[in-house]
């Protein structure tokens, strides 16, 4: 009859309808795919980035100019974006460190001033070295720093072994590799309880070194894996703090023990700058239908510089640079605004991305998702729900849509538990916002590349970082093209089963605006 004529050609209207616009989904996903493994810019732009630009330590001249590396490389794409002033920081830049043992023989040793380290004279300074002494009480230590004056003090533990456990469990028997690991960690303690017993912390020790006249601070921040150490700031106001490599500070250390009175010449060259601004890389492509709606794409852009900053944080900020070009070509006229935000100052405490949630309160409230990438150069192999109820609801459907080539690493946690730092995705998951982190695959990430001196270009695995390039590209067109509004529905947080009390959502938190002074 006529009612079942009309119901039928309803149904196949609709069944055509949708068809077009899987059709046309699919046809975008393809495209995406295409351009970021065919056609992908990343070995470039990490060239441009980290042989170039170099290190991104906030407060230097180079973190600026990264910044405006990338305002010029996203305008070029035809991609709007600013600089976000969001503080001030102490501005310093690391020109050159040059450190030589002049007795009792000539050798050139690796090492480098911390960051924000003061300078030596032009000519640098040359003294005896000293250690920490294993001392009684108080009394006895600060008669110790009686006899420092002129003297650069070592203030690391000596490392029984250069060889990192994954060696000795290879090669040692297991034996010897348990006695190890038994005499390591007794020393450790012993360590830990003498700096108790000299009256004075870890936060405090290394100024009065230099209260009591010290001509600089030698340390080791080993990173349990063959040439790598850790490369943070200085702690001194006035004097030179250098790491050196442990194989040359264990071997200074020994000559000190031995009484072979070690000298070194250190010249250790930066420059104080004074206050300087600091940014946020803000880039966006305009949503036609729901401009003021947002999906973000979240890295933050600083690192330390003992290396370059390669896989902490340059990967992930390369995916989302990469990730924009890619969506800008393929899917000019997404349906909601796609933001990226390049994060300053998140090594000291996410202060970029806490400072963008605290001057964009609208912005953040009308935030779909954020996607953030900050572990490593590894594809991406854990999302968690982040600890919004219906995070499986939305996130799943997205995943669904990106090739599987890419989605059979990842291993996804529903509704998952809400992350209160670590990262970026913390600043917004404090404001109530569905942020994701895009957790990569290990790469011995944490010894080898995390703020080491070995944080450098040749690390970064191309493949990895393509593909994911291509999840963060097609998870952001799925959120951007999706017709319901995620929930920010969040679980009933569980009991600490330390306290016994019920545990707290992360409360939202300030940037430090200042910074270092």
Do not use: C
Not at 121 to 149: H, N, Q, R, Y
Not at 333 to 360: C, M, Y
């Amino acid at each position: 009859n006529l009612i079942s004529l009309i119901m039928k050609k309803y149904f196949l209207l609709i069944f055509l309808f949708i068809s077009l616009v899987v059709n046309a989904q699919n046809e975008t996903i393809d495209n995406i795919v295409e351009e970021a493994t065919n056609n992908s810019q990343l070995e470039k732009l990490a060239h441009e980035l980290l042989d170039v630009v170099g290190p991104r330590l906030v407060g230097t001249p180079q973190m600026k100019n990264a910044h405006d590396w990338a305002v010029n490389k996203y305008n070029s794409w035809g991609i709007s974006s600013r600089l976000h002033q969001w503080g001030e920081w102490r501005g310093w830049e690391r020109i050159s460190t040059h450190i030589e043992m002049v007795h009792p023989r000539k050798r050139s040793l690796t090492g480098m001033q911390l960051a924000w380290s003061s300078s030596t004279k032009k000519k640098g300074v040359t003294a005896e070295l000293e250690v920490i002494p294993m001392v009684s009480d108080k009394s006895e230590f600060d008669s110790w720093l009686e006899g420092i004056k002129g003297k650069f003090v070592m203030i690391d533990m000596k490392q029984p072994t250069g060889r990192p456990d994954y060696n000795w469990e290879e090669f040692a028997t297991p034996e010897s590799f348990e006695k190890m690991k038994k005499e390591r960690a007794n020393q450790t303690k012993e360590w830990r309880a003498n700096l108790r017993k000299s009256g004075y912390n870890f936060r405090n020790i290394n100024q009065t070194i230099e209260d009591a006249g010290s001509v600089g601070l030698i340390s080791s921040n080993w990173s349990r894996g063959f040439g790598v150490n850790k490369i943070f700031s200085s702690r001194a106001k006035k004097i030179p703090t250098i790491d050196l490599e442990l194989e040359d500070y264990t071997m200074l250390y020994r000559m000190v023990e031995y009484g072979d009175q070690p000298k070194i010449k250190v010249i250790a060259q930066s420059k104080e700058l004074g206050i300087v601004p600091t940014f946020n890389t803000i880039a966006q492509i305009k949503g036609v239908e729901k401009p003021e709606e947002y999906v973000i794409l979240s890295a933050h852009f600083d690192s330390w510089d003992g290396g370059t900053g390669a896989t902490d944080n340059g990967t992930g900020s390369l995916v989302m640079m990469e990730t924009m070009r890619v969506l800008k070509k393929m899917y000019p006229n997404p349906k909601r605004t796609i933001l990226v935000g390049h994060w300053g100052s998140e090594e000291q405490g996410l202060n970029g991305s806490r400072a963008f949630v605290e001057d964009f309160p609208k912005i953040v409230e009308n935030t779909q998702a954020v996607f953030n990438q900050d572990n490593g150069t590894g594809r991406v192999v854990n999302i968690s729900g982040a600890g919004f109820l219906h995070s499986y609801e939305f996130m799943s459907r997205w995943l669904y849509s990106v090739p599987k080539d890419v989605t059979k690493h990842i291993k996804t946690s529903y509704p998952g538990s809400p992350s209160g730092g670590g990262s970026d995705n913390a600043s917004f998951v404090a404001a109530g916002v569905p942020a994701f982190s895009l957790s990569s695959l290990n790469w011995s990430y944490w010894n080898y590349t995390w703020h080491t001196n070995r944080d450098t270009y040749d690390k970064i695995i191309f493949d990895d970082v393509r593909n994911n390039v291509i999840l963060t590209a097609v998870l952001a067109y799925m959120a951007s093209e999706d017709d319901s509004k995620t929930s920010r529905e969040r679980i009933i947080m569980p009991i600490d089963s330390r306290t016994g009390k019920q545990r707290n959502w992360p409360t939202q938190r300030s940037p430090q605006r200042k910074g270092g002074l």
